[in-house]
């Protein structure tokens, strides 16, 4: 091809270079010129242009683009028509698109005015959607160029989604709340669905690897999905012990993608066994979304497929706390104290307003927070304000309002955490009906080394829990009646053996209050 000025008597049937005026109209670049096109110009008083002058053997823009597209064009592909030498494939399919290793890279290092431009490797697409472009940089190509190119050509494909039987399988811990596990199958059943299938919700078992392992060779499924009451840190944690434990093979605990750390990879009897990182309870995009994509989409997934993720595991736009420190002791750590909610359960005016030992229920926590030598608490006020306010009266401690407690403990929680002073390193949440939590507990908890840090009663965690600073935006999104048990696997936690069952306390109902009165008064 020959690109270049030449006398406007030259010009018919050659490619404008770049598009001319022409009065009120304009000729396009690539436009070929015509007889009449040249007499216009002529009388327009241009005496030359510039032009492409197609050789022989060269192969226009839109067909080179259209030849080289079909070779490249697979299973799940179209080729859309050609415009100013570029084809776009697109999807015909919901799915993954796949990429044979090197191609891309091979194409576009066999001539510089041939390029091929796609989506990363394994991305999801809807039908419809373009997912690779194919540009003939000239108006032409050579042929021999072009056959170099198609020769490197191997198809893409997008490999579609397809229905399959997917079962989860949650374990629990006394204390793991029924709505927890609600909100584990709502946002894992939408993940689900958003890839064709539908999510079965099989009843809970107990935290324990004997018993799920009893459990994994009941369940038929095409894919079983694991979520554990905690999280797996070491091959013998109870769901990829489970697992070995039921005839099956872990082929990688953990993964390099960024939420999603703490995934365990498994097979048992030929069917791929998935334990859940603590981030999959959220509907933000993380490393399960990439292992159910491939598997729902009928592509298998190894170990070395696990490790390779690590190329763009650093999932953008998702929420990380600080990076995790050696465990150290905090600086400077204060209380909040939830006292917001209107406990329909109890009747009544207020349940913190309940009298015990001479004191309302919110005051013996309050009295304890200051015997444990912590600064002034926040205390969080919603229901029965001013009552909780006088039952306070002459404690020292920094009130604040959440306007929207009516929406839950999440966001009465995320207003005390709005509060908390800027000076304050970790704080401890307080419940405010735990009436017999004691100051050794809090101070014990106050200075524990660790991220987050939690009492435990004879295997039972219970309250408060310490939580630090890089937490804080996290509990801050919290709505609803979540606590912080929906963020707590994200972080380090360190448990802090509790003196007696107070930790556990729940005064929620009259039975529960009528339970604390009985009881040997303090010393």
Not at 66 to 87: K, Y
Not at 117 to 145: D, N
Not at 190 to 219: F, K, Q, W, Y
Not at 271 to 288: D, E, I, Q, T, Y
Request: proline residues 8%.
């Amino acid at each position: 091809m020959k690109f270049g000025p030449v006398p406007l008597a030259a010009a018919q049937g050659t490619l404008l270079a770049h598009s001319q005026a022409l009065g009120r109209r304009r000729l396009a670049k690539g436009h070929r010129l015509t007889a009449d096109d040249v007499a216009a110009l002529a009388a327009a008083g241009v005496t030359d242009v510039v032009v492409a002058q197609l050789a022989p053997d060269d192969v226009g823009e839109d067909a080179a683009a259209t030849r080289l597209a079909a070779a490249l064009a697979g299973t799940g592909l179209v080729a859309l028509p050609p415009v100013h030498g570029r084809v776009n494939l697109a999807a015909t399919q919901a799915g993954l698109l796949c990429l044979p290793a090197g191609l891309v890279a091979a194409i576009n290092a066999v001539d510089e005015a041939v390029t091929l431009a796609t989506l990363s490797p394994f991305a999801r697409v809807a039908a419809g959607a373009i997912v690779a472009t194919i540009k003939i940089i000239r108006y032409a190509v050579t042929e021999p160029v072009l056959a170099a190119a198609i020769a490197m050509a191997r198809p893409l494909t997008v490999a579609a989604f397809r229905p399959a039987r997917v079962a989860l399988l949650a374990t629990s811990l006394p204390g793991t709340s029924a709505k927890a596990l609600a909100k584990l199958e709502q946002v894992t059943a939408a993940r689900i669905a958003a890839l064709g299938s539908d999510l079965n919700m099989m009843a809970p078992c107990p935290h324990d690897a004997a018993a799920l392992a009893e459990r994994l060779a009941t369940v038929d499924a095409d894919v079983l999905l694991l979520a554990g009451a905690s999280a797996s840190v070491d091959r013998g944690d109870v769901i990829p012990a489970a697992i070995v434990a039921a005839g099956g093979v872990v082929a990688r605990l953990g993964m390099p993608v960024d939420p999603g750390n703490l995934l365990v990879l498994g097979q048992l009897h030929g069917r791929p066994v998935v334990g859940l990182p603590g981030c999959a309870r959220s509907p933000k995009r993380n490393g399960l979304d990439l292992v159910l994509e491939r598997l729902l989409a009928g592509l298998p997934v190894t170990g070395a497929d696990i490790a390779a993720m690590g190329e763009g595991g650093l999932l953008p736009d998702a929420e990380r706390p600080e990076p995790r420190a050696a465990a150290r002791r905090p600086g400077k750590v204060g209380a909040i104290v939830l006292a917001a909610g209107r406990a329909s359960r109890m009747g009544g005016p207020h349940k913190l307003l309940e009298p015990w030992q001479g004191k309302a229920l919110v005051a013996h926590v309050v009295n304890a927070i200051a015997a444990a030598g912590l600064p002034p608490p926040v205390v969080v006020l919603g229901h029965a304000a001013a009552g909780v306010r006088a039952a306070l009266a002459g404690r020292a401690a920094h009130f604040v309002e959440a306007a929207d407690w009516q929406d839950g403990m999440g966001r009465s929680l995320g207003a005390g955490i709005a509060a908390v002073p800027a000076d304050w390193d970790a704080v401890l949440v307080c419940l405010a009906d735990m009436p017999r939590i004691e100051p050794a507990l809090i101070k014990a908890l106050a200075v524990a080394p660790g991220e987050v840090v939690v009492p435990v009663w004879q295997g039972r965690r219970g309250h408060p829990v310490r939580w630090p600073r890089a937490a804080f935006p996290r509990l801050l999104t919290l709505s609803g009646d979540v606590g912080g048990r929906a963020v707590i696997e994200q972080f380090a936690v360190s448990h802090v053996p509790a003196p007696s069952d107070a930790c556990l306390d729940d005064i929620d109902t009259p039975a529960a209050l009528a339970a604390l009165r009985a009881r040997p008064e303090l010393p």
